[in-house]
C-alpha cells in the first residue's frame, strides 16, 4: 500500500527554495487538497555545504528522501510532479534524567517520535509487542545501538497506541484529581489562594474553583 501524493518546488524569498507536498485526498474543512509536507532550504551557493555541481532540482529530491518521499517524476521548478510514501523507521533505547526505566523510542524520517516503549526484557521484544519488526542495525553513519524498524502492521500499531493514550489519559485524570484535592484541603485549612495559586501555577480564581468544586 503506497500513499502518493503531488509535490511542487518554488522560489521562495529571501533566497531560498521551498518543496510542498499536497496530498492528492481532500483534507480540509471545506474539502480542499491540503499539504501533509514541506521543506524550505536556502538557494545555493550561500547555503549549508555549498556545491555548486548539484542543481536545485536534484537537491529538492535528495531533501524529499531524506524525510520519506520519492520523486516518481522529474523534479523541476513550477511544474507538479508525483511523489510517493517511503519512510524509514529507526529505534533506539532512551533513559530520561531522573527516571529509571529504560525505553525504546521509534522515529521516523521527519524525526519525530511514534512510540516509546518500556523495555521489560529486551528493546526487540517490546518493539514486537506494539506491532514493529526489527530488520537489523541501522546501517553506515547510525551508531551501534539504533535499529532499523519497520510496522508489522500498521493498525495493530494504532491500536497499540490507542490503548497507550487511553492509559496514560487515566492517570493523567487521575493526578489531576490528586492535584485538585489536595489544593482544596490545603485552602480550607488556613492558606490563602494568592499562596497556593503561586505554587500550584494556576491563578487564584482556579484556587476557589477547586475550593467550591465548581469545575
Given at each position: 500500500?503506497?500513499?502518493?501524493?503531488?509535490?511542487?518546488?518554488?522560489?521562495?524569498?529571501?533566497?531560498?527554495?521551498?518543496?510542498?507536498?499536497?496530498?492528492?485526498?481532500?483534507?480540509?474543512?471545506?474539502?480542499?487538497?491540503?499539504?501533509?509536507?514541506?521543506?524550505?532550504?536556502?538557494?545555493?551557493?550561500?547555503?549549508?555545504?555549498?556545491?555548486?555541481?548539484?542543481?536545485?532540482?536534484?537537491?529538492?529530491?535528495?531533501?524529499?528522501?531524506?524525510?520519506?518521499?520519492?520523486?516518481?517524476?522529474?523534479?523541476?521548478?513550477g511544474a507538479p510532479f508525483r511523489v510517493t510514501r517511503h519512510p524509514s523507521f529507526r529505534a533506539n533505547v532512551v533513559t530520561y534524567e531522573g527516571e529509571s526505566v529504560?525505553?525504546?523510542?521509534?522515529?521516523?524520517?521527519?524525526?519525530?517520535?511514534?512510540?516509546?516503549?518500556?523495555?521489560?526484557?529486551?528493546?526487540?521484544?517490546?518493539?514486537?509487542?506494539?506491532?514493529?519488526?526489527?530488520?537489523?542495525?541501522?546501517?553506515?553513519?547510525?551508531?551501534?545501538?539504533?535499529?532499523?524498524?519497520?510496522?508489522s502492521d500498521w493498525l495493530d500499531v494504532v491500536r497499540h497506541a490507542r490503548t497507550e493514550r487511553e492509559g496514560a489519559q487515566r492517570e493523567a485524570d487521575r493526578r489531576e484529581q490528586f492535584w485538585a484535592s489536595c489544593l482544596r484541603e490545603a485552602v480550607l485549612a488556613g492558606h490563602t489562594a494568592v499562596e497556593l495559586a503561586e505554587i500550584a501555577g494556576v491563578t487564584a480564581q482556579r484556587i476557589y474553583q477547586i475550593r467550591d468544586r465548581r469545575r
Open positions: 500500500m503506497e500513499y502518493s501524493a503531488v509535490a511542487t518546488l518554488t522560489h521562495q524569498e529571501p533566497e531560498h527554495v521551498c518543496v510542498q507536498v499536497v496530498s492528492n485526498e481532500p483534507g480540509g474543512p471545506d474539502g480542499e487538497l491540503t499539504p501533509v509536507a514541506t521543506i524550505t532550504a536556502p538557494l545555493r551557493p550561500g547555503g549549508p555545504d555549498p556545491d555548486p555541481f548539484v542543481s536545485e532540482e536534484h537537491r529538492a529530491g535528495y531533501l524529499l528522501r531524506e524525510i520519506g518521499w520519492q520523486p516518481m517524476d522529474a523534479v523541476a521548478f529504560e525505553l525504546v523510542q521509534v522515529r521516523n524520517s521527519d524525526g519525530e517520535v511514534l512510540a516509546e516503549l518500556p523495555v521489560m526484557s529486551t528493546p526487540e521484544a517490546a518493539l514486537r509487542a506494539a506491532g514493529w519488526g526489527v530488520l537489523g542495525a541501522a546501517g553506515v553513519g547510525w551508531p551501534d545501538d539504533v535499529l532499523a524498524v519497520a510496522p
